[in-house]
Protein backbone atom coordinates (compact mmCIF):
# COMPACT_ATOMS: atom_id res chain seq x y z
CA UNK A 1 0.00 0.00 0.00
CA UNK A 2 1.40 3.50 -1.17
CA UNK A 3 1.27 6.79 1.07
CA UNK A 4 -1.36 9.48 0.54
CA UNK A 5 -1.45 12.78 1.66
CA UNK A 6 -3.33 11.83 4.76
CA UNK A 7 -0.67 9.44 6.16
CA UNK A 8 1.84 12.61 7.01
CA UNK A 9 -0.28 13.87 9.87
CA UNK A 10 0.11 10.50 11.48
CA UNK A 11 3.54 10.13 11.14
CA UNK A 12 3.74 13.18 13.97
CA UNK A 13 0.74 11.78 15.78
CA UNK A 14 2.74 9.17 16.48
CA UNK A 15 5.90 10.93 17.38
CA UNK A 16 3.76 12.57 20.34
CA UNK A 17 2.51 9.42 21.22
CA UNK A 18 6.10 8.48 22.31
CA UNK A 19 6.60 11.90 23.90
CA UNK A 20 4.00 11.54 26.09
CA UNK A 21 5.18 7.75 26.88
CA UNK A 22 8.09 9.43 27.52
CA UNK A 23 7.01 12.18 30.02
CA UNK A 24 8.72 14.60 27.52
CA UNK A 25 9.12 18.61 28.73
CA UNK A 26 6.74 20.62 26.22
CA UNK A 27 9.98 22.80 25.24
CA UNK A 28 12.33 19.84 24.13
CA UNK A 29 8.37 18.17 22.23
CA UNK A 30 8.23 21.19 20.44
CA UNK A 31 12.19 21.23 19.06
CA UNK A 32 12.07 17.77 18.20
CA UNK A 33 8.81 18.15 16.50
CA UNK A 34 10.25 20.90 14.01
CA UNK A 35 13.02 18.76 13.56
CA UNK A 36 11.03 15.26 12.35
CA UNK A 37 8.79 17.77 10.44
CA UNK A 38 11.49 18.34 7.93
CA UNK A 39 11.72 14.70 6.86
CA UNK A 40 8.19 14.62 6.02
CA UNK A 41 8.64 16.32 2.52
CA UNK A 42 11.18 13.74 1.40
CA UNK A 43 9.80 10.55 2.36
CA UNK A 44 9.20 7.70 -0.69
CA UNK A 45 5.61 8.12 -1.09
CA UNK A 46 5.93 4.34 -3.27
CA UNK A 47 7.05 3.20 0.21
CA UNK A 48 4.17 1.80 2.59
CA UNK A 49 2.52 4.17 5.17
CA UNK A 50 3.78 1.90 8.09
CA UNK A 51 7.46 2.18 6.90
CA UNK A 52 7.28 6.08 6.49
CA UNK A 53 6.19 6.08 10.16
CA UNK A 54 9.18 3.59 11.50
CA UNK A 55 12.05 5.90 9.84
CA UNK A 56 10.31 9.89 11.31
CA UNK A 57 9.68 7.82 14.68
CA UNK A 58 12.67 6.22 14.81
CA UNK A 59 14.87 9.86 14.10
CA UNK A 60 12.53 11.01 16.80
CA UNK A 61 13.61 8.52 19.54
CA UNK A 62 17.09 9.08 18.46
CA UNK A 63 16.46 13.09 19.09
CA UNK A 64 15.02 11.97 22.55
CA UNK A 65 17.65 9.62 23.26
CA UNK A 66 14.82 7.36 24.42
CA UNK A 67 14.92 3.74 22.94
CA UNK A 68 12.10 2.36 24.29
CA UNK A 69 9.33 4.98 25.66
CA UNK A 70 6.41 2.56 25.82
CA UNK A 71 8.06 0.06 27.94
CA UNK A 72 6.20 0.45 31.20
CA UNK A 73 3.29 1.35 29.06
CA UNK A 74 3.51 -2.21 27.21
CA UNK A 75 4.56 -3.97 30.32
CA UNK A 76 0.98 -2.39 31.86
CA UNK A 77 -1.05 -3.38 28.66
CA UNK A 78 0.67 -7.25 29.10
CA UNK A 79 -0.70 -7.27 32.67
CA UNK A 80 -4.04 -5.94 31.62
CA UNK A 81 -4.81 -8.39 29.40
CA UNK A 82 -3.26 -11.15 31.22
CA UNK A 83 -6.05 -10.48 33.41
CA UNK A 84 -8.64 -10.91 31.04
CA UNK A 85 -7.10 -13.84 29.87
CA UNK A 86 -8.99 -16.65 31.79
CA UNK A 87 -12.24 -14.78 31.45
CA UNK A 88 -11.60 -14.50 27.24
CA UNK A 89 -10.42 -18.27 27.14
CA UNK A 90 -13.85 -19.71 28.62
CA UNK A 91 -15.41 -17.42 26.67
CA UNK A 92 -13.61 -19.40 23.38
CA UNK A 93 -13.67 -22.68 24.99
CA UNK A 94 -17.76 -22.40 25.56
CA UNK A 95 -18.12 -20.91 22.09
CA UNK A 96 -20.28 -23.12 19.46
CA UNK A 97 -17.50 -22.60 16.98
CA UNK A 98 -14.18 -22.07 19.29
CA UNK A 99 -11.84 -21.76 16.70
CA UNK A 100 -14.02 -18.61 15.15
CA UNK A 101 -14.48 -17.08 18.94
CA UNK A 102 -10.65 -17.57 19.24
CA UNK A 103 -10.54 -15.18 15.38
CA UNK A 104 -13.01 -12.68 16.72
CA UNK A 105 -10.74 -12.19 20.21
CA UNK A 106 -7.47 -11.77 18.42
CA UNK A 107 -9.06 -8.95 16.80
CA UNK A 108 -10.42 -7.16 19.20
CA UNK A 109 -7.48 -7.34 20.67
CA UNK A 110 -5.86 -4.94 18.08
CA UNK A 111 -7.57 -2.02 19.44
CA UNK A 112 -4.53 -1.99 21.55
CA UNK A 113 -2.38 0.66 19.71
CA UNK A 114 -0.74 3.48 21.80
CA UNK A 115 0.58 4.73 17.86
CA UNK A 116 -3.23 5.83 16.40
CA UNK A 117 -5.53 5.21 18.88
CA UNK A 118 -4.24 6.53 22.32
CA UNK A 119 -7.72 6.06 23.87
CA UNK A 120 -8.96 2.58 23.25
CA UNK A 121 -11.59 0.57 24.56
CA UNK A 122 -10.78 -2.96 25.58
CA UNK A 123 -14.31 -3.68 26.46
CA UNK A 124 -16.19 -2.43 23.51
CA UNK A 125 -14.10 -3.44 20.81
CA UNK A 126 -14.68 -7.11 22.41
CA UNK A 127 -18.01 -5.93 22.72
CA UNK A 128 -17.79 -4.89 18.81
CA UNK A 129 -16.27 -8.44 17.70
CA UNK A 130 -19.18 -10.27 19.77
CA UNK A 131 -21.84 -8.19 18.18
CA UNK A 132 -21.41 -6.99 15.02
CA UNK A 133 -18.41 -9.31 14.00
CA UNK A 134 -16.23 -8.34 11.09
CA UNK A 135 -17.25 -6.27 7.83
CA UNK A 136 -14.96 -8.65 5.61
CA UNK A 137 -14.44 -12.29 6.35
CA UNK A 138 -13.00 -14.84 4.76
CA UNK A 139 -13.24 -17.75 7.14
CA UNK A 140 -14.15 -20.60 5.33
CA UNK A 141 -11.04 -20.40 3.08
CA UNK A 142 -8.88 -19.91 6.01
CA UNK A 143 -10.49 -23.36 7.12
CA UNK A 144 -9.31 -24.69 3.92
CA UNK A 145 -5.94 -23.72 4.42
CA UNK A 146 -5.68 -24.63 7.92
CA UNK A 147 -7.00 -28.34 7.37
CA UNK A 148 -4.16 -28.48 4.95
CA UNK A 149 -1.20 -26.76 6.84
CA UNK A 150 1.56 -28.47 8.89
CA UNK A 151 3.44 -24.86 9.79
CA UNK A 152 1.64 -21.76 10.18
CA UNK A 153 3.46 -17.96 11.11
CA UNK A 154 1.98 -15.54 12.69
CA UNK A 155 2.82 -12.05 12.21
CA UNK A 156 2.63 -10.01 15.49
CA UNK A 157 1.27 -7.12 16.06
CA UNK A 158 0.96 -5.12 19.55
CA UNK A 159 1.79 -5.99 23.26
CA UNK A 160 -1.06 -6.52 25.24
CA UNK A 161 -2.83 -7.84 21.62
CA UNK A 162 -0.23 -10.89 21.88
CA UNK A 163 -2.08 -11.74 24.61
CA UNK A 164 -5.33 -12.22 22.98
CA UNK A 165 -3.39 -14.03 20.40
CA UNK A 166 -3.05 -16.94 22.37
CA UNK A 167 -6.15 -17.92 22.72
CA UNK A 168 -5.55 -18.01 18.44
CA UNK A 169 -2.39 -20.18 18.90
CA UNK A 170 -4.28 -22.46 21.76
CA UNK A 171 -7.34 -23.28 18.88
CA UNK A 172 -5.10 -23.69 15.71
CA UNK A 173 -2.56 -26.13 17.63
CA UNK A 174 -6.00 -28.42 18.34
CA UNK A 175 -4.86 -29.18 14.34
CA UNK A 176 -1.22 -30.58 14.87
CA UNK A 177 -0.06 -27.86 13.62
CA UNK A 178 3.78 -26.39 13.87
CA UNK A 179 3.07 -22.55 14.95
CA UNK A 180 5.83 -19.77 14.54
CA UNK A 181 4.87 -16.21 16.06
CA UNK A 182 7.44 -13.31 14.88
CA UNK A 183 7.98 -10.00 17.01
CA UNK A 184 10.20 -7.38 16.14
CA UNK A 185 13.37 -7.22 16.74
CA UNK A 186 14.07 -3.81 18.89
CA UNK A 187 11.10 -1.72 20.41
CA UNK A 188 8.95 0.86 18.72
CA UNK A 189 5.62 1.92 19.55
CA UNK A 190 3.75 -0.66 21.44
CA UNK A 191 4.65 -3.59 19.11
CA UNK A 192 5.92 -6.73 20.99
CA UNK A 193 9.25 -7.91 21.20
CA UNK A 194 10.63 -11.22 22.52
CA UNK A 195 10.10 -9.62 25.94
CA UNK A 196 6.24 -9.56 26.04
CA UNK A 197 6.17 -12.70 24.57
CA UNK A 198 8.26 -14.22 27.35
CA UNK A 199 6.70 -12.13 29.61
CA UNK A 200 2.76 -12.84 28.50
CA UNK A 201 4.34 -16.79 28.13
CA UNK A 202 4.01 -17.00 23.76
CA UNK A 203 6.94 -18.64 23.99
CA UNK A 204 5.63 -21.57 25.77
CA UNK A 205 2.52 -21.47 22.89
CA UNK A 206 4.79 -21.53 20.01
CA UNK A 207 8.63 -21.21 18.12
CA UNK A 208 8.77 -17.06 18.89
CA UNK A 209 11.24 -15.78 16.50
CA UNK A 210 12.15 -11.91 15.54
CA UNK A 211 11.88 -10.51 12.13
CA UNK A 212 15.17 -9.40 12.12
CA UNK A 213 14.32 -5.23 13.02
CA UNK A 214 12.39 -2.66 14.53
CA UNK A 215 10.18 -1.17 11.96
CA UNK A 216 6.36 -0.83 12.07
CA UNK A 217 4.31 -3.93 9.97
CA UNK A 218 6.25 -5.91 7.71
CA UNK A 219 9.33 -4.62 5.59
CA UNK A 220 10.45 -7.25 3.68
CA UNK A 221 13.49 -5.85 2.69
CA UNK A 222 14.72 -5.51 6.50
CA UNK A 223 13.61 -8.13 7.50
CA UNK A 224 15.73 -11.50 8.69
CA UNK A 225 16.61 -14.51 6.37
CA UNK A 226 15.30 -16.74 9.73
CA UNK A 227 11.28 -14.69 8.89
CA UNK A 228 11.79 -14.69 5.60
CA UNK A 229 12.51 -18.54 5.25
CA UNK A 230 9.58 -19.15 8.03
CA UNK A 231 7.52 -16.98 5.70
CA UNK A 232 8.32 -18.92 2.81
CA UNK A 233 8.20 -22.34 4.69
CA UNK A 234 4.62 -21.06 6.33
CA UNK A 235 1.45 -23.44 4.65
CA UNK A 236 -0.43 -20.66 6.55
CA UNK A 237 0.23 -17.30 7.55
CA UNK A 238 -1.91 -14.84 9.94
CA UNK A 239 -0.88 -11.06 9.37
CA UNK A 240 -2.25 -9.21 12.54
CA UNK A 241 -2.70 -5.51 12.90
CA UNK A 242 -3.31 -2.15 10.38
CA UNK A 243 0.68 -1.91 9.78
CA UNK A 244 1.20 -5.64 8.55
CA UNK A 245 -1.88 -5.07 6.03
CA UNK A 246 -0.10 -2.03 4.95
CA UNK A 247 3.19 -3.72 3.72
CA UNK A 248 1.99 -6.94 2.79
CA UNK A 249 -1.24 -6.15 1.14
CA UNK A 250 -1.25 -7.49 -2.40
CA UNK A 251 2.92 -8.63 -1.97
CA UNK A 252 3.68 -11.70 -4.09
CA UNK A 253 5.16 -13.36 -0.92
CA UNK A 254 2.17 -12.92 1.02
CA UNK A 255 0.25 -14.98 -2.19
CA UNK A 256 -3.20 -16.83 -1.06
CA UNK A 257 -2.44 -18.07 2.09
CA UNK A 258 -2.05 -15.17 3.73
CA UNK A 259 -5.06 -13.96 6.09
CA UNK A 260 -5.42 -10.28 7.82
CA UNK A 261 -6.52 -9.95 11.09
CA UNK A 262 -7.15 -6.27 12.29
CA UNK A 263 -9.05 -3.22 12.99
CA UNK A 264 -9.13 -0.45 9.94
CA UNK A 265 -8.01 2.72 11.90
CA UNK A 266 -7.28 4.72 9.00
CA UNK A 267 -9.78 5.60 6.33
CA UNK A 268 -7.34 5.03 3.53
CA UNK A 269 -6.72 1.82 4.83
CA UNK A 270 -10.38 1.05 5.24
CA UNK A 271 -11.19 2.10 2.02
CA UNK A 272 -8.38 -0.13 0.51
CA UNK A 273 -9.67 -3.21 2.18
CA UNK A 274 -13.48 -2.18 0.54
CA UNK A 275 -14.85 -1.68 4.46
CA UNK A 276 -15.87 1.10 6.90
CA UNK A 277 -13.30 3.27 9.42
CA UNK A 278 -13.41 0.89 12.33
CA UNK A 279 -14.25 -2.44 10.95
CA UNK A 280 -13.03 -5.16 12.20
CA UNK A 281 -11.10 -7.00 9.57
CA UNK A 282 -10.35 -10.80 8.51
CA UNK A 283 -9.83 -11.19 4.95
CA UNK A 284 -7.21 -13.35 2.50
CA UNK A 285 -4.69 -11.70 0.57
CA UNK A 286 -5.18 -10.22 -3.26
CA UNK A 287 -3.05 -9.97 -5.47
CA UNK A 288 -3.13 -6.28 -6.93
CA UNK A 289 -2.50 -5.40 -10.59
Not at 58 to 70: G, H, I, N, T, W
Not at 73 to 94: D, H, I, Q, T
Not at 147 to 167: H, M, P, Q, T, Y
Request: net charge negative.
Amino acid sequence: MECVAECSPCYLKQVISAFEAAGLPQERQREIIKEVSKMIPDVDDTKSPAENSSIVLLEAYRLMAVDDPFKEAKERSNAFAMELYPKLRGMVLNDQDPLMMAIKMAAAGNIIDMGILRDFDVDKSIEDALSIGFALCDYEQFKAFLNRARKILIVGDNSGEIVFDKLLVEQLKRYHVHIIYSVKSGPILNDSTVEDATMVGMDRMADVIENGNRYLGTVLNACSEEFIQAYKEADLVISKGQGNYESLEGKEIAGDKTFFIFRAKCPWVAKRAGVNYMDLVFCQNRMRD
